[in-house]
């Protein structure tokens, strides 16, 4: 009979490697650079990657704070008409992919777009706002990603209660600078928190960059690949992005260990809210109202007016190809995402030892790479891999040109990778529910190992596996760069379709699959306000 600690190992080790040799894989392929390509890229590509990409992280970064952080304070302490509306309506954003956002907003405020081609005909005014600019890439991934730090900051600053507040106001502080001494520094690790995983979903873009033709490193990556045709190179670029990101994870995981210890001292007891008056409490639910039109209900009105403008002369069997495949890839995707994130946590309450644990936040890490940088460190293994098999099979006279390569186990693969971590925190937070008292009974019954799993604790992990499912599908659902980069030849999906019509600037048509996905999206969400809703009651 195979011991705890070897069935936990030999469970651990092979989902871990899932994530751990694709970026190995890249690592390795620094050893060996292109000179020709590289001096190329020094000399033309990589100023300007770098100037972007620094850019755009301290706009969006500072852009997200400014409007999180005020948001989540004004919904989070105090009191103005419509708070309980914009509470969970300001999370709403998040069911709008960025390249979504990008594409609609370019539509709307381009030379040619509605906006100004409004202005002039009925107006005569001659507006030029400069939406293809740093400027508006910027602003697009701001209103795209603020809710990251919106619902992190909101987290915080409800778990502070009031007493700190009232006692600073006692010692003659005003509210005002109440807030800038006291609740802010306390909120600081949550605000953190949520800025940097702003800024790794920033690092992490492709669609939205590539509809405003920003050249950053997912571009150059996908560029460098299927322009320059050097898998090399873009494996190399790869390297660079995921050093980035790496940096950002050591700065978030800070960043925890010190969220952790406030939360472990924080109030119980909720914050009490300040009732505003007059000129105030309009003017916060003004800028509540004009950050919820600008991010989510202007976007998503006009994707559904372009959407039923070309539904009639568009619509035929190829949309159903597309739901179709992103069904099934999403479905099949979400089910394999949910099956490791059970092994991996069930591993670990078998032998929760501390190199099992380090194991298993390793293959979890995924979350935080980008999917063009994934999708680079599973082809080239696939590659070599397909080569090998190839050579087998012509000894056998068998003429087979790949095998692995261009099939849907890549891209499964690489959604695994990707998105584990989004399985894994509701399924290891039920599990923890479960206590181990619960085991014992159970034995006690008679009902061990893999019979305790089904009768026991796979039960009790119901809304946990639902939630992990549903999580994982619409994240696998609105994937972009991985599909792209590693789909099987004709299996295009909405999501594909939507850079297709996006890359020939055919808003209306990119509006009818952007709309089913946002559609989509908005499942997530109602998962994150339903929690949110639960935890600060």
């Known amino acids: 009979m195979i011991s705890r600690p070897a069935l936990a190992w030999a469970t651990v080790l092979p989902i871990a490697a899932i994530t751990v040799i694709p970026v190995a894989v890249l690592a390795t392929s620094l050893l060996n650079p292109d000179q020709e390509i590289w001096r190329h890229l020094l000399q033309f590509v990589l100023p300007e990657l770098l100037a972007n990409t620094v850019w755009l992280v301290l706009g969006v970064g500072l852009g997200v704070t400014l409007l999180g952080v005020s948001l989540a304070w004004l919904t989070a302490a105090c009191e103005f008409p419509g708070r309980a509306f914009f509470n ?22 381009d030379f040619t777009g509605v906006v100004q081609v409004w202005l002039r005909d009925a107006w ?19 209103l795209a990603l603020y809710p990251y730090v919106y619902l992190t900051a909101r987290a915080a600053f409800l778990g502070q209660g009031g007493r ?5 106001q006692t010692l003659g502080i005003s509210r005002t600078k109440a807030f800038f001494r006291v609740a802010l520094p306390i909120a600081y690790p949550g605000i953190m928190a949520g800025v940097l995983l702003a800024l790794m979903e920033t690092l992490a873009d492709f669609g939205a960059v590539s509809v405003f033709n920003y050249n950053t490193f997912t571009t150059a990556i996908y560029k460098t690949w299927y322009s320059l045709f050097s ?9 660079l992005l995921a050093l980035f990101v790496f940096a950002l994870v050591l700065a978030e995981t800070h960043i925890r260990r010190a969220r952790s210890r406030v939360n472990a001292a ?5 914050m009490p809210r300040m009732p505003l008056a007059g000129w105030r409490c309009w003017l916060a639910a003004g800028w509540c109202m004009l950050v919820f039109l600008l991010a989510f209900a202007l976007p ?19 949309y159903i190809g597309f739901a179709m495949h992103s069904l099934l890839l999403s479905g099949m995707g979400a089910l394999l995402v949910v099956i490791l994130a059970v092994a991996l946590g069930y591993a670990q309450r078998l032998w929760p030892a501390r190199g099992l644990r380090m194991m298993a936040k390793l293959a979890i890490l995924g979350y935080a790479l980008p999917g063009a940088v994934l999708a680079v460190g599973f082809f080239i293994p696939v590659a070599w891999l397909d080569n090998r098999l190839i050579e087998v099979l012509a000894s056998l006279d068998v003429e087979r040109s790949q095998v692995l390569g261009g099939t849907l186990l890549v891209m499964l693969l690489a959604y695994c990778a990707r998105f584990l971590a989004v399985g894994f925190g509701p399924v290891e937070a039920g599990l923890a529910r479960i206590s181990l008292a619960m085991d014992e009974v159970a034995q006690s019954l008679g009902i061990t190992g893999r019979e305790r799993l089904w ?20 994240d696998i659902m609105k994937e972009l760069p991985i599909t792209l980069m590693t789909r099987p030849f004709g299996w295009d999906t909405l999501a594909i379709r939507v850079f297709e019509m996006t890359s020939e600037g055919e808003w209306l048509r990119a509006s009818l699959p952007a709309i089913v996905i946002v559609l989509a999206g ?5 998962f994150l306000i339903r929690n949110a809703d639960h935890a600060h009651t």
């Open 88 to 109: 969970w309506a300001l999370l709403l954003p998040l069911a709008l992919p960025a390249y979504i956002t990008a594409f609609v907003w370019i539509g709307l405020f």
């Open 124 to 142: 005569s005014i001659d507006w030029r706002f400069p939406i293809r600019s740093r400027g508006g890439v910027i602003l697009v991934m701001i």
């Open 164 to 168: 700190m507040l009232e006692a600073a």
């Open 231 to 239: 898998l090399q190179t873009a494996s190399q670029l790869a390297t």
């Open 266 to 270: 924080r109030e119980s007891g909720r």
């Open 300 to 318: 998503v009105a006009q994707l559904a007016f372009w959407a039923a403008q070309v539904f009639a002369s568009d619509f035929d069997e190829r």
């Open 455 to 474: 009768r026991v604790h796979l039960p009790m992990l119901r809304v946990s596996l639902l939630t992990a499912a549903a999580l994982a599908f619409v």
């Open 522 to 526: 908005l499942l997530p969400v109602f």
